[in-house]
């Protein structure tokens, strides 16, 4: 074999072992940039669900707090009623902004759990207002616990359980 046909296998060689070099970093470089993406989609989702359940507790509370008062006697019912306008504007306000978010982040059944939630909590305080509203200075001084008021909190600490462990599952996938 002559030194030209040598220096050409040569060259050849290097430019196919370069070739595949660099498709291997390609591929690695790749993989790293769909597992950020992941990890990137991982956070946001987690980001929205944290900030849903946040806002859906402290709705909770809120609403427990106030069932509670309307109950005890000689409630005031006027800080009653400005109390349920604050959780009023809670359900509309930034539990609404939160349900939004875990909508656009998904996945689908995770937003109807978020949204069967968010319908709990809303039929909840709708409970409570109703017997709020029915209350005042010529009303009966205390009343008994609203009808339904009590079934509606439970079943909304029952939906946020289930929200909470497949959102759970969502984020480990």
Not at 69 to 94: K, Q, V
Not at 117 to 129: E, G, N
Request: with cysteine; proline share 2%; glycine share 10%.
């Amino acid at each position: 074999m002559d030194s030209g046909v040598a220096a050409v296998m040569g060259a050849a060689v290097g430019v196919v072992g370069t070739t595949l070099a660099a498709a291997v970093a390609g591929l690695s470089a790749q993989r790293q940039v769909r597992a950020e993406h992941r990890h990137w989609r991982r956070q946001l989702r987690r980001d929205a669900y944290s900030a849903f359940t946040a806002k859906a507790d402290e709705l909770h509370k809120a609403l427990k707090e106030i069932n509670a008062e309307l109950i005890t006697p000689g409630a005031d019912f006027a800080a009653l009623r400005e109390s349920l306008g604050g959780a009023r504007g809670l359900l509309h306000g930034g539990l609404a902004e939160a349900q939004a978010t875990v909508e656009i982040e998904g996945p689908a059944k995770l937003a109807r759990m978020a949204e069967e939630l968010s319908r709990s909590l809303s039929a909840c305080a709708a409970a409570i207002s109703a017997a709020a509203l029915g209350q005042g200075a010529d009303g009966p001084s205390s009343v008994t616990e609203p009808q339904g008021a009590r079934r509606f909190l439970d079943h909304s600490s029952a939906k946020r359980a289930q929200f909470v462990e497949h959102a759970r599952s969502a984020i480990d996938v």
